[in-house]
């Protein structure tokens, strides 16, 4: 019988094959966690009498939501952390380093593998056809030092989207959209795939940001195929052996197909305070916005900050408005560096911040004050999220937000193009 | 696992562990009994401070959505909560609520309400709401769920069999 994509990858880490509904000890590729999950996990694995990992190279600690640490727990954290790297060899992604999950994608994920990470958005990885799913910090614990897990077959849904993204409305409207329709619980446990025209003909950018918020509507993870756009991209990171031709068998069996398409899609939004609060931008009060927030692992690549990019330069961002910008990787940054894209971004008054997770959780770079209103290419909007229960976030692509920067409003961004 | 007894408090649809375990006390995350003090807080402000070791903790649909911070049912646990009762659970909060050893019970909340006297047991499946004399019964947890919560949680699970126990 055929397989889905999600059965092929864990049959073979199972060591046999298998169903949805089926409870199966998987082998783990990649195991990693961030410096709020990690210090639970070193605490954990001491008390459990496990000294020793697995596969210390594919164990990575990464430093990313307090980075740099705005306050002395968390700096001691960060020691705890660096110190159960250097007695276990665990790998160290140093603060400044950027995201957990953007650069695990350009330095560690490869397509087929099974990847857990303490954070729920390690799902961002399923573009790359990597079976990338979210646990707490015992169970990563208990992955690190065995080199497995158990886990639930999920049942797989196909997802199939055919038409041209219409101008101003990109990968992110398109999952905004998707959440908005499926809601907040509506795909608990199963595991999403992404395929048809516009998913194979989008860019790994795009993907990415897909699949990052797949767990926005419960699912476990949001797979794409490898295909020549995967092999294109491994190689340009300087690992193309890792690349292998992944896709369902064509007699796979789904719970659901689904089937958008995007050429009837708007630029769209999250409102507060839940992902699937989702209305067109036309749609939503022009209010004031005190902060526009660019980055993470939903929107944090180059090709993120290219489109905002070219909203912005030449223009300015509105008076009364802050622009924060936090490159997902010290990659992105140089590479932005480089090609002038952070220069234009400077120029119109953004503020450039260090690579990590920045204003997104809520510990530091652009906690927002009382009443204030914000609109994150982030992922999550619940209340409290960036650090005051009396604030407002909305979610949208990098084009919006950099739209809205320069009004000082929510703003449609197909008026500036 | 004798039967707990506890009052109900009651919460609406989609807490969140932004709701369970704020961002902005993120720091606080290597002080769990500190942590503990503001569990809730942004849901219910008094819920900290006026629960009662043994209490129920009834939530609605998707409870525990959002990130997957272990802290979040931790600092339930610590609280004093016996158990987490709703409609459904977000998955990884859900499996970090057997990890940590707190049962987490699917059942139809809609006829709990606040302040109703339950009593629960884990053993025979059955949640008894003695105020409204209502009985609900519930399925058991997945084998390998049930053996890490009869343990008291997975690193005590771990400890006893040096894997997990995914059989009966």
């Known amino acids: 019988m055929g397989k889905t994509l999600s059965e092929k990858i864990l049959g073979v880490h199972a060591g046999h094959d298998v169903r949805p509904g089926q409870f199966a000890i998987v082998r ?30 594919r164990t990575i600690v990464f430093l990313d939501h307090a980075s740099p640490s705005p306050r002395l727990e968390l700096s001691n954290d960060h020691k705890l952390l660096r110190e159960f790297c250097r007695r276990t060899g ?28 303490a954070d729920s958005h390690t799902c961002t990885n399923g573009a790359m056809s990597a079976f990338a799913t979210g646990m707490g910090s015992t169970d990563v614990a208990v992955a690190m030092a065995l ?4 886990m639930r077959i999920p049942e797989s849904w196909k997802v199939v989207v055919t038409g041209t993204f ?12 998707f959440i908005g329709t499926i809601k907040a619980d509506g795909a608990v446990y199963k595991a999403l795939e992404f395929v048809g025209p516009t998913m194979d003909s989008l860019s790994l950018a795009g993907r990415l940001t897909i699949a990052n ?3 926005e509507c419960g699912a476990k993870v949001g797979l794409f195929n490898s295909d020549e756009l995967t092999r294109q991209y491994l190689e340009k990171l300087g690992r193309p052996e890792k690349y292998l031709p992944l896709s369902a068998d064509p007699d796979a069996l ?32 022009p209010i ?47 590479e932005g560096l480089a090609d002038g894209t952070f220069q234009s971004l400077a120029e119109a008054g953004g503020i450039i911040t260090g690579p990590g997770c920045g204003a997104c959780v809520g510990v530091h770079e652009g906690v927002l004050g009382d009443g204030e209103v914000c609109i994150a290419t982030q992922n999550r909007n619940f209340k409290g999220r960036m650090g005051n229960p009396n604030s407002f976030i909305y979610l949208a692509s990098p084009v919006s937000a950099a739209a809205a920067a320069i009004t000082g409003r929510i703003t449609d961004p197909r008026d500036f193009l | 696992m004798e039967t707990l007894r506890g009052k109900a408090w009651k919460f609406r649809d989609g807490i969140s562990t932004d709701h369970i375990a704020p961002g902005r006390l993120f720091y606080l995350r290597s002080n769990l009994p500190e942590l503990a003090k503001h569990v809730l807080e942004d849901a219910r402000p008094d819920f900290a401070s006026r ?118």
Not at chain 1, 303 to 316: M, P
Not at chain 2, 64 to 71: T, V
Request: glycine share 10%; net charge negative; charged share 25%.
């Open chain 1, 166 to 177: 219409p101008k101003g409305v990109y990968a992110k409207d398109f999952m905004l959209h």
């Open chain 2, 51 to 168: 629960i009662r070791p043994g209490d129920f903790v009834v939530g609605g649909r998707n409870f525990g959505q959002g990130s997957s911070r272990e802290h979040a049912p931790a600092v339930i646990k610590l609280s004093g909560v016996s158990a987490v009762i709703a409609k459904s659970f977000a998955r990884i909060f859900f499996r970090n609520c057997i990890n940590v050893g707190l049962p987490a019970i699917i059942l139809n909340t809609d006829g709990i309400d606040e302040g109703d006297d339950l009593e629960l047991d884990l053993m025979a499946g059955k949640l008894s709401d003695l105020t409204k004399d209502k009985s609900y019964a519930f399925p058991p947890l997945p084998t390998v769920m049930g053996n890490i919560l009869k343990d008291g949680g997975l690193v005590e699970h771990i400890k006893k069999h040096g894997d997990f126990k995914i059989d009966e």
């Open chain 1, 213 to 215: 918020m797949a767990v």
């Open chain 1, 90 to 117: 665990a790998t160290l992604s140093e603060v400044g380093n950027g995201i957990s999950h953007n650069v695990a994608n350009e330095e560690y994920a490869n397509p087929g593998e099974v990847i857990v990470g």
């Open chain 1, 147 to 150: 080199g497995h897990t158990w």
């Open chain 1, 28 to 57: 783990v590729d990649l195991a990693y966690v961030q410096d709020g999950t990690g210090p639970l996990t070193v605490r954990q694995m001491d008390k459990m009498g496990l000294s020793k990992l697995a596969n210390p190279n």
């Open chain 1, 288 to 334: 004031h916005v005190d902060q526009v927030f660019m980055g993470t692992s939903t929107n944090g690549r180059l090709e993120d900050f290219h489109q905002a990019a070219s909203i912005l330069k030449g223009k300015a961002v509105a008076t009364g408005t802050r622009l924060l910008v936090t490159p997902g990787s010290r990659r992105v940054l140089l």
């Open chain 1, 254 to 285: 789904y719970e659901r197909v689904l089937e958008f398409d995007v050429g009837t899609l708007e630029p769209m939004m999250a409102c507060p305070h839940f992902v699937d609060n989702v209305k067109p931008i036309r749609e939503v009060e």
